[in-house]
């Protein structure tokens, strides 16, 4: 078996090309989901929003740099720990906290808002804990990221089409309307074929590395849900506001996550596993969250 820290998943210029117009796409059709009044009710109690951001951008890419020096990975498992930990909110973050009981007007403001703060947040994190993490400066050095190109690739593919749906929305209200939901199961659907189409031309690798990361990605996964939730419950947010928070930390965009690693490191054996099989366990492990939440009504909800 050879290193994993020396293999590099298949993809040609051509597919990845097509990946990343797939993924801003998807960003699209999440946009059409917006609308301003979702945001009223969040943005009139501020301070849920601020935790919910610092929870997912800063206080959670910490922990995960506290993780690794505790587990002390294959440095490429490192660095896709830390990619993963950098990312945006998830797509499917929004219908959790729905499905949870919890506050989806907060939910969606955090989804967006760290969409947008990650055109600054992603590139940051990861060249900042990534560096301070001996074993993956290697990896570092020889791929050479440069934060401001990897600055200006995520705004294409998050800040674009985000901009691009929320004029949409404005200018044709009745046209958004009615492809609002088919655009969003058919841009998640087909997101999730072509994911699991790349997975498929490079499962001989995922087959053979993934039980090296199942253990350390339900561990990650669990510290963003814990992490989430931890932090609205030190602050003594409404039990709603919590699962929202939790959910937002606990999900996040692993297809961003393989669209930079294939862009920026060569598509790492690692790494890539990492946020592949993230990106598998964090619907299931999102499920579970939510389905039991779901039988346990917020208490303030009851009174």
């Not at 419950?233 to 965009?253: F, H, K, S, Y």
Request: with cysteine; net charge positive; charged share 10%.
């Amino acid at each position: 078996m050879a290193d994993i820290d020396l293999i590099r998943l298949n993809f040609n210029p051509g597919t990845l090309f097509l990946l990343n117009c797939v993924l801003g796409f998807v960003m699209f059709g999440v946009s059409l989901e917006l609308k301003a009044s979702d945001f009223s009710a969040a943005l009139r109690t501020p301070r849920a929003l601020v935790i919910g951001l610092a929870a997912h951008h800063l206080v959670f890419p910490a922990l995960t740099f506290g993780l690794v020096l505790l587990i002390q990975p294959r440095p490429s498992i490192a660095l896709g720990m830390i990619l993963v930990s950098a990312c945006p909110a998830g797509n499917i973050s929004n219908f959790l906290t729905h499905f949870a009981k919890g506050n989806t007007a907060l939910s969606v403001s955090i989804s967006t808002l760290s969409t947008l703060a990650a055109i600054v947040m992603t590139p940051l994190n990861i060249a900042f804990w990534g560096a301070l993490y001996g074993p993956a400066q290697p990896i570092l050095r020889q791929v050479a990221v440069n934060p401001l190109e990897m600055f200006v690739h995520v705004f294409l593919l998050l800040g674009l089409p985000l901009a691009a749906g929320l004029a949409v929305s404005r200018r044709w209200p009745g046209f958004t309307e009615r492809a609002r939901t088919p655009m969003k199961y058919f841009s998640l659907g087909f997101f999730l074929l072509f994911v699991l189409a790349a997975l498929g031309a490079n499962w001989q690798y995922f087959k053979l590395y993934v039980g090296m990361v199942v253990g350390v990605v339900f561990v990650h996964n669990a510290s963003a849900l814990i992490t989430g939730y931890a932090m609205a419950w030190a602050t003594r947010l409404p039990e709603r506001d919590r699962r929202a928070v939790a959910i937002e930390c606990g999900i996040q965009n692993s297809g961003l996550g393989l669209i930079l690693i294939f862009n920026f490191f060569d598509g790492l054996g690692g790494m890539a596993v990492v946020a592949a099989w993230w990106g598998i366990w964090h619907i299931v492990a999102g499920l579970s969250v939510a389905t039991t939440w779901s039988r346990r009504p917020p208490l303030e909800a009851t009174t």
